[in-house]
């Protein structure tokens, strides 16, 4: 196995690398200032999601509500995001 971590890490790093690219394209046209963190922030929610409320994880009954509290706190740093 310690074989194969090595090799299933860097093919994650690469996948990462082009989702953060992106994400860091689009937030930087969008005119915001710190593309690269908020990039990053946006991942990192995105994984931890899963971990504490996906499914079968332990909290996932708070998923719905956890879900509302995160969507309120991407309307107050993306107001664009109301809309939809």
Known sequence: MAVVEPAIRDTL???YERY???I???LRQMGFSTPHADALVLMATQEGLGLFIGHRAKWEAD???SIAALR???IARY???KGG
């Open 13 to 15: 790093d690469r996948l």
């Open 20 to 22: 953060l690219a992106h």
């Open 24 to 26: 860091e394209g689009c």
């Open 63 to 65: 998923a719905a509500h």
């Open 72 to 74: 309120s706190m991407l």
């Open 79 to 81: 107001p664009m995001l």
